[in-house]
């Protein structure tokens, strides 16, 4: 698989479909899903479309993609319906979306580009706040994913609520403290928080 998603980041036409408006090939990271250290038995494909037909279309079609489906034990495909998005990944926003919260389970996702200088305060600070969400009550999962370790880093979580994922964001201690910390010394050149309905969750073997 790691293999695979190599291939893509050498040569970006392997994957390259009509409809296509934003695509991401990311690896994660092993233990809690915070670690240093890649998970190579997992990893993220983050689509954006111009509408169904063309995505089903690339499913169906794309020898890159179909070849990664092929080698792996078990798919996980979930449809999302962002509400609300914050900044920009490689300088475009592309989960700007009419919408509003629907009640329900939401999905999370943030990015950031760490600068340089900032890394090792950065990973000691992601470090405390997977300490924190690891027993929170409502994240149903969480893991660490990323185009680059470190240095291009995300994470997706899911939640029970947009208010279980607020009383973590905005109660829990630690989480709170690195927040303030990458603010005033500035950790991020650029950075994208994203909420999303979940519209289905799909699992395929």
Do not use: C
Not at 31 to 40: L, R
Not at 137 to 153: F, S, T, V
Request: glycine residues 6%.
């Amino acid at each position: 698989m790691f293999k695979l998603m190599g291939a893509y980041t050498f040569n970006k036409s392997l994957i390259n479909s009509d409809g296509l408006k934003f695509i991401k090939l990311l690896g994660t990271g092993s233990e809690d899903g915070f670690s240093i250290m890649p998970d190579f038995s997992s990893y993220v494909m983050i689509t954006s479309w111009k509408n169904d037909g063309f995505r089903k279309e690339f499913i169906n079609k794309n020898k890159l993609f179909n070849e990664i489906v092929y080698n792996s034990s078990k798919r996980i495909e979930i449809k999302i319906d962002p509400y609300s998005s914050i900044g920009s990944w490689n300088g475009i926003n592309a989960f700007k979306n009419e919408s509003y919260y629907k009640e329900g389970k939401i999905i999370v996702l943030t990015r950031a580009r760490v600068r340089l200088n900032r890394l090792i305060k950065f990973f000691i600070g992601t470090t405390y706040t997977a300490k924190s969400i690891k027993n929170k009550e409502g994240a149903e999962y969480y893991k660490g994913i990323g185009e680059l370790p470190i240095i291009e880093q995300s994470t997706i979580s899911i939640w029970t609520s947009e208010q279980s994922m607020k009383d973590f964001a905005y109660s829990d201690k630690n989480h709170l403290r690195i927040i303030n910390k990458a603010r005033k010394n500035k950790w991020y050149s650029e950075e994208l928080f994203v909420r999303s309905n979940i519209l289905s969750i799909k699992e395929f073997k």
